[in-house]
């Protein structure tokens, strides 16, 4: 019996080609697109901030400020007669010259000139480099006064350097020391979660169907358990997750690359990945089963299966990054159990941690999927007693 069950829903899924597509087809596009999308945004050698010059001063040091200013990898010069339209134009008056060569104190200083839909944080980097620029200046005018007084103390000015990579070094925590976090890293385990909850839609359609055609009638009547019912829905979709899983995780690891983006490594726990999974399954499934016994048709299971998963998805972190998002949206993400699910990805995929890390997850997740059903199951019990 329980062999027969498990062979009918594997049969029903596989024929609807729909379902299918929704479960591994759309998953492995975002993963691609959203690899290919969020690649420069790890990238830290790339431009950030655009900006032009009007330089009215024409002097050494001007030329100098503007030449370190150029060399800055994290900024783009853009010429005045560009077509795109620069976030910040940086004027250097004229006079500008005075503070590095005399003591009347009657300085020049930069004017910038700020896009109006710039955010705070560019701002504050391009004032950061600018700063950096123009205390080079400062400390080359400094050092050629004293060339004149005392070589050993202009020598030692000379040493001074503002270059970021001579004076710190960066690494990221789990990660060898010259590895960098990459954008597949965050999309994989973020479009696997989405993925794995579309198992609503196929899952709560087929159960609906089979209750209208009076199917679960004739099990019921034939002596078969609830526990059994429902575990012969539950362990397909679980096995069907766990396909889910390692055919997205094939895809970051063989099919991004192919598109220039980085690959996806798998260096973390594979048995904390499975517990993970495991437990987003079943909280996937826990939903499944309760939207399946409370809707009355299958246009209604999937009008309402969809919506919450694209709910779910944007509380969660999965259409945006959580890093992203402001602090209280970062809290309240939290009350979507996609965002547990993606967390324990992350814990494995991206920070590399083991079983420990992950067992608040699968705790969170397999209990709500737990409680799900067994409030699907006594909805169900109650409209089994008034007939189905």
């Known amino acids: 019996m329980v062999k027969a069950m498990l062979v009918k829903e594997f049969l029903l899924v596989l024929r609807d080609k ?32 655009s900006y032009t010059v009007i330089d009215k001063d024409h002097t050494a040091q001007s030329e100098k400020l503007l030449n370190l200013l150029s060399e800055n990898g994290l900024l783009n010069e853009q010429n005045l007669t560009s077509d ?63 060339e004149k007084r005392s070589a050993s103390s202009a020598r030692e000015l000379d040493a001074i350097s503002f270059d970021e990579k001579k004076m710190m070094q960066v690494s990221f925590s789990a990660l060898e020391r010259d590895e960098k976090p990459n954008s597949t890293q965050q999309s994989v385990p973020a479009w696997i979660v989405f993925g794995m909850f579309f198992v609503i839609i196929p899952m709560s359609t087929i159960f609906i169907s089979e209750r209208k055609q009076n199917t679960l009638f004739r099990l019921l009547a034939m002596n078969v ?7 012969g829905k539950i362990i397909p979709y679980l096995l069907i997750n766990q396909l889910q899983v390692w055919v997205m995780i094939a895809v970051g690891m063989f099919v991004v690359p ?13 048995g904390a990945l499975i517990m993970v999974s495991l437990a987003l399954s079943l909280s996937a499934i826990g939903l499944s089963m309760l939207i399946a016994v409370v809707v009355e048709s299958v246009e209604q299971a999937t009008t309402i299966g969809g919506i919450i998963n694209i709910l779910l998805g944007a509380i969660g972190g999965v259409m945006v990054p959580k890093f992203v998002m402001p602090d209280f949206m970062q809290t309240f993400s939290n009350v979507s159990p996609m965002s547990w699910g993606l967390e324990g990805f992350l814990d494995v995929l991206l920070r590399r941690e083991g079983i420990e890390a992950v067992l608040p997850e699968v705790a969170a997740l397999t209990l709500f999927g737990i409680g799900l059903l067994a409030i699907a199951a006594m909805i169900f019990k109650m409209k089994v007693r008034r007939g189905l």
Not at 37 to 43: E, G, M, V
């Open 258 to 270: 192919l598109f220039g983006a980085e690959a996806l490594t798998l260096d973390g726990s594979v």
């Open 18 to 49: 729909h379902a299918l597509a929704a479960l591994f087809v759309m998953p492995a596009i975002f993963i691609l697109i959203m690899s290919l999308a969020l690649k420069d945004a790890f990238n830290e050698e790339r431009a950030l901030v």
């Open 84 to 146: 795109t339209a620069a976030q910040f134009v940086i004027t250097v008056p004229k006079g500008f010259k005075r503070q590095f060569t005399s003591k009347s104190g009657r300085e020049k200083p930069l004017v910038i000139e700020a896009a109006a839909d710039v955010k705070q944080d560019l701002l504050a980097l391009f004032k950061s480099q600018v700063i950096s620029a123009f205390m080079q200046v400062r400390v080359d005018a400094i050092k050629t006064k004293l």
């Open 225 to 231: 358990s609830l526990p059994l019912l429902f575990g």
